[in-house]
């Protein structure tokens, strides 16, 4: 039998879209308010799931212990109360746009290195606000 966990975080960041190579009026007719040069930030809330067999023994379908570490270290530090254009060097300027399909994928790839090949993230769902989120579920 397969199943899946999830566990939920709350986090706070900094960012902003630009394009380096674009003028400040491409980057402002392309990402409107997101482009703002002083940044913005949101209280992001983060559902990570993942999943596997069910262990007969334990009955657990991943090692809980271990998700929450690597949420903790490779998300919840990494993230919490950072830009992430400038601490985060996956997101730094001319890299990826920290937007939530970007650092929903991120957070996906931080996580699964973490865990290992034991426990598959079978899906993160990453929210800005209430109403309006991204979800990656990687392959």
């Not at 566990?7 to 394009?19: E, L």
């Not at 271990?66 to 270290?73: E, M, N, P, V």
């Amino acid at each position: 039998m397969r199943a899946t966990l999830t566990r939920r975080i709350i986090f706070s960041a900094a960012h902003r879209y630009r394009r380096p190579e674009w003028d400040d009026a491409r980057n402002a007719a392309t990402f409107g308010a997101c482009a703002h040069p002083n940044w913005h930030g949101h209280t992001y809330t983060c559902d990570v799931t993942v999943g596997g067999e069910v262990d007969p023994v334990t009955g657990f379908c991943a090692d809980l212990g271990a998700l929450d570490r690597a949420l903790k270290t490779r998300v919840f530090d990494a993230l919490d109360h950072r830009n992430l254009v400038l601490d985060v060097p996956a997101f730094a300027e001319g890299k990826l746009i920290p937007t939530s399909e970007n650092v929903a994928w991120w957070i996906a790839r931080e996580v699964q290195e973490a865990l290992g090949p034991a426990t598959r993230v079978v899906r993160v769902r990453l929210a800005e606000e209430p109403g309006l989120w991204a979800e990656v579920e990687p392959t």
